[in-house]
């Protein structure tokens, strides 16, 4: 292949040497071929692309496959640039059939600040096209910093057509928002670890690459050992140079960034007419497809080199075969493993084509599957197109916003005026006209920062879709931008439930036309992927079943009841109590007993309770019991206090149990698990610690006493408050109650805002002691406090925990700050989802 490859280029290159001086350098002296440099890129059908030095010193590149899609980009680009006057470069190519010649972009310096801020303000124009395009895979490789002027040097992947084997979150979140073309970064993380941005805002040099690959070492007898060892990465060429040196991404190239992305799309959304007219000639353009990351088949190339593998060609198959493993959940992938293999045997990465408005996959030249896609990536752009808003825009500029914070951008001030935020809240709540205690207060409230939640959504007929800010390990050091998911926690069924009951309270059907679309789109998800693993409450299918219950409740539709047999009977979760490490209360076997209990008591059946006992069961199998504690180990080291992940969680899933089924017990299960964080109380603080395993690694061995729902006083205090509800009734909880309730007010609205973490999880508490104790000043205290902490917070745009600019999301975002203000509304007819309530 490499003689082949290098013989066609040498020839073609005196074949077109009179036309690549002309059109590339501007010259009229013949060049002189001084050395070429291969496999620069993917080896695709034998070939790489290469990089020649001219006698000179200038140089070029080859690639041996024609690129349509460049010369119109150029010029659309060309048109923009016109209108706008922001200075925009592309490189020169020479086009020829089946292969092109490309100008040599350099990675060179700017001398000045400003030309570095322009140089992120120019590709933000860029980001606008790319979005509108449809294009994908513009990672840190694709793009070069030449100066101020940032040029991709990889102009394949537009109009990326949905592929049909895409469910769920890819469907109508990334693939409608400016995160598809890989520009920005979404800090996603890779079974639980960090993984390196590789995006085109990133240079990801020095960090460990995806996976491990095979190297070869000899031993010091002589004989060669196949060691996998993790990468490390090399740079990019992606970021600006000032004086020669690399500076660090700022608020200000943040700014310039969402500048020109704002700029280019009003001019586009202002001339749609024009611009879908231009985007005609991309029509016919070949454009690749890419069905799985090019790191899985360089993996496979990689491992097949193993001595194994290459003496014995059924083994090589087998590792091959592992390509097959998608169609059990994917069985549109069938049609093109076959290719992908081929291509594999060859030594080169799979290679598919189609084009722009073709639904057919293309291999090699021969037409792979007819109709493959059910709509095209030239009609889904025109569409796209078509819907230019400034509704789009506001959610992208806030997608922009969220991804940049992932890096820990956080812009000083919105870029646009409309712009997501809290929706003009500050007008409302600033002014004297309206006091925390007047009827409608806390619905308007409600109501502002719920349309504030609708804006960074994406709606269709059918449809509703959005993206959360979320943490993504234990600790919430690092956050993750990702569409909103099945979990309680921050996924779907926080906003459904958000919805449906605005929608009951003002009886505005924009409201439950949402929760209804957004229902809609959850259940296609399910029936595509079952990807959730736990039962939790917040984290798991405890929480699609609580749902269900509240829905049933709320709508007297029997159908929620058959909703909910179903997710139980997809669960098994009986196998899963057993296998999970985490039992508590957020993602493990307590949170899902909480969830069956509320199903029986809304529906009488049977069944639930049956379940609720044999989960009971399982979770005391698997406790750590004496004669006075009864606790749970879980991912920390020592059993934890605590609501969401401690003993509070279990004593309230036994306490609701005792309550439903009245047998002692599970009353002394409640005091046995009640004794043990009593044991843990600390009088001098007057809290109980948090004992996570990295909260002590982080205090140098010391526990941590925050007061938050989650961990601490507040959560601790609501477990309390409804045992003494479930008939639990003695002095140890009523103490803990009160000493709860005074830290709560001492020192529980400083930190954050979010539910679970913050000020607005901490009102819970109040509210609810007051609404069962009667406690009229407890209530007007709590309005007060509530009241305050909202217009600190609107002065803060929520700064949510982590850092998470105004997001969706119950514990950790807006939606549960909204939900708390329709609570502080009426508790009567919004129920308290912090403790599982009805």
Not at 594 to 599: I, K, N, P, R
Request: hydrophobic letters at 40%; charged letters at 20%; proline letters at 4%.
């Amino acid at each position: 292949q490499w003689v082949v490859h290098s013989h066609k280029l040498v020839k073609r290159f005196f074949a077109d040497r009179d036309l690549i001086t002309k059109v590339l350098f501007k010259a009229s002296s013949s060049l002189v071929l001084n050395g070429i440099q291969t496999n620069l890129g993917d080896k695709h059908q034998g070939s790489s692309v290469s990089l020649l030095t001219l006698e000179d010193g200038k140089k070029m590149v080859y690639i041996p496959r024609e690129r349509p899609l460049q010369p119109h980009f150029n010029a659309l680009c060309t048109w923009l640039d016109e209108a706008l006057n922001v200075g925009l470069r592309q490189p020169l190519f020479v086009e020829r059939d089946g292969y092109c010649w490309m100008e040599f972009i350099p990675h060179t310096s700017c001398s000045k600040e400003e030309q570095v801020n322009r140089f992120y303000m120019r590709l933000g124009v860029n980001l606008a096209l790319l979005y509108t395009l449809e294009a994908t895979d513009f990672h840190y490789e694709n793009l070069i910093a030449c100066g101020e002027y940032p040029v991709f040097i990889d102009v394949e992947t537009f109009f990326h057509p949905f592929m049909p084997f895409e469910h769920g979150d890819t469907r109508h979140t990334l693939f409608n928002s400016v995160l598809k073309t890989g520009l920005l970064p979404t800090g996603f993380t890779l079974e639980g670890h960090q993984k390196a941005d590789l995006s085109g805002l990133s240079n990801p040099g020095g960090h460990p690459g995806p996976v491990p690959t095979l190297h070869f070492q000899f031993s010091r007898s002589g004989l060669i050992k196949g060691i996998r060892q993790t990468n490390t990465l090399s740079g990019g060429l992606n970021h600006p140079l000032l004086n020669d040196k690399t500076i660090a991404f700022s608020v200000t190239h943040a700014e310039a960034l969402k500048e020109g992305f704002k700029q280019a799309y009003l001019y586009l959304m202002a001339n749609k007419g024009t611009y879908l007219e231009r985007v005609q000639a991309f029509k016919n353009d070949t454009v690749r497809l890419l069905f799985r990351p090019t790191v899985t088949y360089a993996h496979l190339l990689k491992e097949g080199l193993h001595p194994d593998f290459l003496r014995q060609h059924e083994q090589a198959e087998q590792l091959l075969d592992n390509l097959d493993l998608v169609v059990g959940d994917y069985p549109e992938c069938a049609g093109f493993l076959e290719a992908e293999k081929i291509d594999l045997r060859q030594g080169n990465i799979p290679y598919f084509q189609s084009t722009a408005d073709g639904l057919d996959v293309w291999h090699n030249g021969h037409r792979l599957i007819e109709g493959f896609f059910h709509q095209s990536g030239y009609r889904t752009a025109v569409e796209k197109i078509s819907l230019l808003s400034q509704a789009d825009l506001d959610r992208q500029c806030w997608i922009i916003d969220m991804s940049l914070d992932t890096l820990g951008i956080r812009p000083n001030k919105p870029i646009h005026q409309s712009s997501i935020s809290c929706v003009g809240m500050g007008k409302s709540i600033t002014s004297q006209e309206a006091s925390p205690t007047a009827v409608s207060y806390w619905l308007n409230r409600a109501i502002e920062l719920a349309d504030g939640v609708m804006q960074t959504m994406h709606e269709e007929q059918d449809a509703a879709t959005w993206m959360v800010y979320k943490p993504s390990n234990l600790d919430a050091s690092h956050y993750v931008l990702t569409p909103a998911s099945y979990d309680l926690y921050s996924g779907m069924p926080g906003e459904l439930l958000l919805f449906t009951y605005l929608g009951q309270l003002t009886g505005k059907s924009r409201y439950t036309d949402l929760a209804h679309k957004a229902w809609l789109e959850l259940s296609r998800r399910l029936e595509h992927d079952t990807c959730l693993r736990n039962l939790g409450l917040f984290g798991g299918w405890g929480g699609l079943m609580y749902m269900s219950a509240l829905l049933y409740k709320q709508k007297k539709d029997p159908r929620w009841l058959d909703v909910a047999s179903g997710f139980m009977d997809m669960t098994k979760p009986c196998e899963w109590a057993v296998k999970e490490k985490s039992h508590g209360l957020v993602n493990g076997a307590a949170g899902f007993m909480l969830a069956v209990l509320a199903l029986h008591k809304v529906s009488k059946e049977a069944r639930f309770l049956e379940m609720a006992e044999k989960i009971g069961g399982l979770l005391l199998r698997a406790a750590m019991q004496t004669d006075k504690f009864i606790r749970w180990s879980g991912h920390s080291k020592q059993p934890l206090a605590g609501l969401s992940h401690g003993a509070s969680g279990f004593a309230l899933a036994f306490g609701r149990l005792y309550h439903a089924t009245g047998t002692k017990r599970y009353k002394e299960v409640v005091k046995k698990i009640l004794n043990y964080e009593q044991y843990l109380f600390d009088p001098t603080r007057q809290n109980w610690p948090d004992l996570r395993d990295f909260i002590l690694e982080q205090e140098g061995g010391q526990p941590a006493f925050p007061t938050a729902w989650s961990h601490g006083a507040s959560g601790i205090g609501l477990a309390r408050l409804e045992l003494l509800k479930c008939g639990i009734r003695c002095q140890a909880v009523q103490n803990d109650l009160d000493i709860a309730l005074n830290t709560c007010l001492q020192e529980g609205f400083n930190d954050g805002y979010s539910l679970c973490f913050g000020r607005f999880g901490n009102l819970e508490l109040l509210l609810n002691y007051a609404d069962f104790t009667g406690n009229l000043a407890m209530k007007q205290r709590c309005l007060s406090l509530a009241d305050m902490q909202l217009k600190e917070g609107l002065d803060k745009q929520f700064l949510l925990q982590g850092g998470g600019l105004r997001s969706p999301g119950l514990m950790n975002g807006v939606t549960g700050i909204a939900y708390q203000c329709l609570r502080l509304h009426d508790s009567t007819q919004v129920p308290s989802l912090l403790t599982a309530a009805l």
